[in-house]
């Protein structure tokens, strides 16, 4: 029992991250899981791995409607916690897209259900049998929900997919402009509606709502770095390209960016230390797939 869990547990991380965007919460969720899974008659279990994704499926959709109501209060805006991640999770686009900061906000506006459904279906290509088992509805709704998750979705994701070459080199002329307090430069990276959201969870200061458009989120990010000094490191997060920020000599936050037609349409940035713990070493992701 104990090998198996060993086993499937990068890919039971995963679906729990996937689904909660804590990473906290998912190691909480897999530590039930091994509860429920070392009560289990294995003799009865057919496939293992199903069964443990079944697991922590149902773990992960009871803490997801406990924290909902808890981030009901957060203060400011909540962002996902960010993830400091191996090259090989870059190479996997599939897994890359589905664990990127950007989707992951997109995920929060589901119903815990179609969440769950989504993450399932899309990411790691569950059964609708299987899915149905873990949520308790039939292989007919689960196809249901699914459709109109993925409707949901994909009206709301970017359309076009953005490489990691194309990132990085986004952020390195964001970099370039911050550092140099260019604002000409810095409006040149920015989409005209370019969204700009802070999480310090009211314990760093941060926005207290979203900063919308160029000029605006331009001006309030050097002024930011004009009144403390500011030091720029490239870092891989969530499978994608990010910046680690630093305030005099210390540690300062994670700054993540979604693109649209090589402009910035999305800055996230993670302030929160709760949220920052999983930024020193790597954490292995994984869709499990054959």
């Not at 000409?184 to 709502?209: E, I, S």
């Not at 969530?238 to 910035?264: K, M, V, Y």
Request: net charge negative.
């Amino acid at each position: 029992m104990t090998d198996a869990f060993v086993t499937h547990r990068n890919l039971l991380f995963t679906v729990a991250y996937e689904m909660l965007g804590s990473a906290a919460d998912a190691e909480d969720v897999l530590q039930e899981t091994w509860l429920r899974w070392s009560e289990v008659d294995t003799g009865s279990v057919r496939d293992e791995r199903a069964y443990l994704v079944r697991i922590t499926t149902r773990q992960a959709l009871n803490r997801l409607r406990t924290v909902r109501r808890r981030r009901e209060t957060y203060v400011g805006p909540w962002l996902p916690e960010p993830l400091l991640t191996a090259p090989d999770v870059a190479e996997d686009v599939e897994l890359a897209e589905s664990v990127s900061i950007a989707l992951m906000l997109v995920l929060e506006t589901l119903s815990p259900t179609e969440r769950a459904v989504f993450v399932l279906r899309e990411a790691f290509d569950v059964s609708y049998e299987e899915i149905a088992a873990a949520v308790d509805k039939t292989p007919s709704a689960v196809r249901q929900i699914a459709h109109r998750a993925r409707k949901h979705v994909d009206a709301r994701r970017p359309r076009v997919a953005v490489t990691p070459d194309e990132t990085r080199a986004a952020l390195d002329s964001f970099r370039r402009a911050l550092e140099t307090g260019d604002l000409n430069g810095l409006l040149r990276t920015l989409a005209p509606d370019v969204v700009l959201l802070a999480d310090g969870g009211g314990v760093k200061q941060a926005v207290q709502r979203p900063i919308v458009g160029a000029s605006k989120v331009a001006r309030l990010l050097l002024a930011g770095a004009s009144r403390v000094p500011v030091s720029v490191d490239h870092a891989s997060v969530n499978g994608s390209p990010a910046l680690a920020l630093h305030t005099h000599g210390e540690f300062d936050g994670i700054l993540a960016i979604r693109l649209e037609a090589g402009r910035i349409a999305g800055i996230y940035y993670v302030r929160n230390p709760e949220k920052l713990s999983h930024v020193d070493t790597e954490t292995a992701l994984t869709r499990g797939l054959p």
